[in-house]
């Protein structure tokens, strides 16, 4: 099993910057993409941004050139730092990513429990 575990968010102001980690754990083998997700109240829920092992990022227009996706490979970590915050930023932010458990299993999409931000003066 993998779990994910994230760390960061809160309140911030509207022009502020927040930083959220996510750490993968427990019987890894390898992890493909990592990502963050969000969920704004009252809406469903949408990808931000994404990172392949390789470094290559997707962003969701809403987000480009204001939030960064990095991940570490030999820490099985991803980090989004989200500059320029506005208040329709404010969700539950979901760390995600593909991840198995040795060379013969099969790829499972993991979910980590959700970390609130909310961008408000």
């Known amino acids: 099993q993998v779990q994910l575990e994230e760390s960061g968010g809160g309140l911030v102001q509207p022009g502020g910057s927040l930083g959220l980690s996510c750490v993968a754990s427990?019987?890894?083998?390898?992890?493909?993409?990592m990502g963050w997700y969000r969920r704004a109240p009252g809406k469903l829920r949408e990808q931000v941004a994404i990172?392949?092992?390789?470094?290559?990022?997707t962003y969701a227009a809403s987000v480009k050139d204001r939030f960064t996706i990095s991940r570490d490979n030999a820490k099985n970590t991803v980090s989004l730092r989200m500059d320029s915050l506005k208040p329709e930023d404010t969700a539950v932010y979901y760390c995600?990513?593909?991840?198995?458990?040795?060379?013969?299993?099969?790829?499972?999409?993991?979910w980590g429990q959700g970390t609130l931000v909310t961008v408000s003066s």
């Open positions: 995600n990513c593909n991840a198995r458990s040795s060379y013969f299993s099969s790829w499972l999409t993991v």
């Open positions: 427990g019987s890894i083998f390898s992890i493909h993409v």
């Open positions: 990172i392949n092992h390789e470094g290559l990022t």
